[in-house]
């Protein structure tokens, strides 16, 4: 016997809706799971910069006596100045340089005036973690 179609043979809407929300659900948890690795990513590498570049600050002004900032004065109590990379001393007659004499590798947005020292000496990022 054979047996005439009415329209029943494939998938219906209902079917094809719940496949593609499925999907898209599925999809959604792979990338918030990816990205979320990447926002670590950019934690650890700010952090690990941070860290790096307090100790070659704190090794410039123990040795120079002056930060590593335009004119080599800290700023005034509450403000802020960039940390400049190519700021300089001499010492023994040799010329000693921040980058690359004590910093070991130029960190992120190192050209955009990010890095900073306040009054106090204390190396700070003016930019939020998860845009480094």
Not at 96 to 102: A, K, Q, R, S, T
Request: glycine share 8%; hydrophobic share 45%; net charge negative.
């Amino acid at each position: 016997m054979i047996k005439e179609s009415r329209g029943e043979d494939g998938f219906s809407f209902v079917d094809l809706g719940v496949t593609v929300f499925i999907i898209v659900a599925v999809v959604a948890l792979i990338l918030s799971n990816v990205l979320g690795v990447f926002g670590e990513a950019r934690q650890t590498a700010l952090e690990t910069d941070l860290h790096t570049m307090k100790n070659a600050v704190d090794e410039y002004m123990i040795q120079s006596g002056e930060p590593p900032t335009a004119d080599g004065v800290l700023p005034k109590a509450g403000e802020y100045a960039p940390i400049v990379f190519n700021a300089s001393f001499t010492f023994q007659g040799r010329m000693l340089v921040f980058y690359p004499h004590f910093l070991g590798k130029l960190p992120r947005h190192y050209n955009k005036e990010v890095w900073r020292i306040d009054s106090a000496g204390k190396v700070s990022v003016a930019i939020e973690p998860e845009k480094y």
